[in-house]
């Protein structure tokens, strides 16, 4: 595969080339480099990548009970914006660099996905975050709750298809 073609065409069909740089813990030094291989091996299994290099750091820590950690980097070409999204909402780096293109547009139809991906994400972690601190009555709310937005999201839906 020649790489820099690949990146080319990529780029020049809306994909993003990034360097993402994520943090590594774990107890033992061995399960920090296994988890990080781990990882790296995931991303380039997501629909979306073309292709994701990743780089482990030596892991340092492991004294007086610390965990060992450590940063990945990763090089990633993704098919659009939206997948890179996805993956910082979903992966949590903790610094992302757009290497190219110099600039990102995005049609509407991309703008939506990505707003929709934020709205999912946001409020999966917040259905994870009540269902852990909540007391029984306000999950009895938030589950009424949820219904209630559903009937509204299929009322909101019929109307869109009776206009079409």
């Not at 098919?79 to 979903?90: P, S």
């Not at 293109?101 to 995005?106: A, F, N, Q």
Request: aromatic share 6%; net charge negative; hydrophobic share 40%.
């Amino acid at each position: 595969m020649d790489v820099e073609k690949v990146t080319k065409e990529t780029i020049a069909n809306g994909g993003v080339l990034a360097l993402m740089y994520f943090d590594v813990h774990a107890a033992t030094k061995e399960m920090v480099q296994e988890l990080g291989t781990g990882f790296i091996n995931t991303l380039i299994a997501r629909q979306g990548v073309v292709y994701a290099l990743g780089e482990i750091n030596e892991p340092v820590g492991g004294e007086k009970n610390m965990n060992w950690t450590t940063s990945v980097t990763v090089k990633i070409l993704t098919v659009d914006f939206t997948t890179l999204a996805a993956i910082c909402m979903t992966n949590s780096p903790f610094s992302t660099e757009i290497l190219r293109p110099d600039e990102i547009r995005l049609p509407l139809s991309e703008v939506h996905n990505l707003l929709g991906n934020m709205s999912a994400t946001t409020a999966e972690y917040k259905r994870y975050i009540l269902t852990k601190v909540a007391n029984p009555e306000e999950l009895a709310q938030m589950k009424e709750n949820l219904k209630r937005r559903a009937d509204m999201g299929k009322e909101i839906l019929n109307k869109k298809d009776n206009k079409g």
